[in-house]
T-cell receptor, first 114, second 111 residues
C-alpha cells in the first residue's frame, strides 16, 4: 500500500463548477501538507501549503487537512479552463532531516471545459 | 528571475550509456533535490542535498550518483543507463521548510 493515495481521475468538469480533489495517507508522522499544480510538460508549482490540521483559503482555492482521518482536500471554486492541469498532493514529516523530502500522491488530471 | 534551470530538456540514450543532468538555482537556497516522475507513481525522491557539501539518498537512489558542485548547482549522473530509468526528472530547491521550487524537467528515454 502506498503511503499517499490519490485518485488519478481523469476529472472533467464544466467551467464554473466546484472541484474537490482528495488524498488519503497512512503515515501519522506527516505534519506538512501541500498541493502542487502541474501544467503539461512543466514542473510542479506550489499552490497551497498547510501545517497540521485545519483549513486554508487563497482566492478560489481552499485546502483542508483532517489529521484524525488522515485525509486532505483541495477545493476549487468557480473553476476556469486555466485550472486544467494535474494536481499533486504532497506531504512530509516535521522538518530537520525531513526537509524537502516530500511524499507525493499519483496526481489527479483535471480538465475544465468552457 | 530564472528560478531553477535544468539541462537538457530532452535526451535519448542507449542502454549502458552515461549522462549527467544539470541543475542550477539562483534563489540562494541551501537545499536541492532530484525527483523522478513516472506515470501512476507520482514524484519520487532520488537524492537530495541539505546544504553545500552534503548529499544523501532518497527513496530510489539505485543507479544514480549526485554532485553538489556549489551552492547553486546540483547534478545527477546516470553511469550506465537502463530502460527502467526512462522517466521525467525534476530538480528542485528549497530555502527552508517544505516549500520546494521545481525546474521544468528533463524527459529521458533509455532504449
Amino acid at each position: 500500500q502506498k503511503e499517499v493515495e490519490q485518485d488519478p481521475g481523469p476529472l472533467s468538469v464544466p467551467e464554473g463548477a466546484i472541484v474537490s480533489l482528495n488524498c488519503t495517507y497512512s503515515n501519522s508522522a506527516f505534519q506538512y501538507f501541500m498541493w502542487y499544480r502541474q501544467y503539461s510538460r512543466k514542473g510542479p508549482e506550489l499552490l497551497m501549503y498547510t501545517y497540521s490540521s485545519g483549513n486554508k483559503e487563497d482566492g478560489r482555492f481552499t485546502a483542508q487537512v483532517d489529521k484524525s482521518s488522515k485525509y486532505i482536500s483541495l477545493f476549487i471554486r468557480d473553476s476556469q479552463p486555466s485550472d486544467s492541469a494535474t494536481y499533486l498532493c504532497a506531504m512530509s514529516q516535521t522538518g530537520g532531516t525531513s526537509y524537502g523530502k516530500l511524499t507525493f500522491g499519483q496526481g489527479t488530471i483535471l480538465t475544465v471545459h468552457p | 528571475n530564472a528560478g531553477v534551470t535544468q539541462t537538457p530538456k530532452f535526451q535519448v540514450l542507449k542502454t549502458g550509456q552515461s549522462m549527467t543532468l544539470q541543475c542550477a538555482q539562483d534563489m540562494n537556497h541551501n537545499s536541492m533535490y532530484w525527483y523522478r516522475q513516472d506515470p501512476g507513481m507520482g514524484l519520487r525522491l532520488i537524492y537530495y542535498s541539505a546544504s553545500e557539501g552534503t548529499t544523501d539518498k532518497g527513496e530510489v537512489p539505485n543507479g544514480y550518483n549526485v554532485s553538489r558542485l556549489n551552492k547553486r548547482e546540483f547534478s545527477l549522473r546516470l553511469e550506465s543507463a537502463a530502460p527502467s530509468q526512462t522517466s521525467v526528472y525534476f530538480c528542485a530547491s528549497g530555502g527552508g521548510g517544505e516549500k520546494l521550487f521545481f525546474g521544468s524537467g528533463t524527459q529521458l528515454s533509455v532504449l
